[in-house]
Nanobody
């Protein structure tokens, strides 16, 4: 099990960039797959991006592909989400998730470790 704490959210304007961070506890984070999900008010949680453990294969939702980049720094036990060209429809609470020896899955059920989330608001 790992504990996850997100940071980096905030209020930005459309077209701006933002980088989210997800700090993980423990010494074996390099063996965890990581992912970002988001939930807008009144909507279900949706997948954003994921990265596998080991080779670090990535997978993105179609709505963010080409604008967002997921990465990890195992030495710092941190997962990142670089968000460029932000749009008002990107407004949501962003949560990171992790799974031991996981793949770059887009399914919430494949992750057992979750952070509390950080708010991202994009104004038009």
């Amino acid at each position: 099990q790992v504990q996850l704490v997100e940071s980096g959210g905030g209020l930005v304007q459309a077209g701006d960039s933002l980088r989210l961070s997800c700090a993980a506890s423990g010494r074996t984070f390099n063996r965890y797959a990581g992912a970002w999900f988001r939930q807008a008010p009144g909507k279900e949680r949706e997948f954003v991006a994921a990265i596998s453990w080991g080779a670090g294969s990535t997978y993105y939702a179609a709505s963010v592909k080409g604008r967002f980049t997921i990465s990890r720094d195992n030495a710092k036990n941190t997962l990142y989400l670089q968000m460029n060209s932000l749009k008002p429809e990107d407004t949501a609470v962003y949560s990171c998730a992790a799974e031991l020896l996981g793949s770059n899955s887009h399914l919430t059920s494949d992750y057992t470790n979750w952070g509390q989330g950080t708010q991202v608001t994009v104004s038009s």
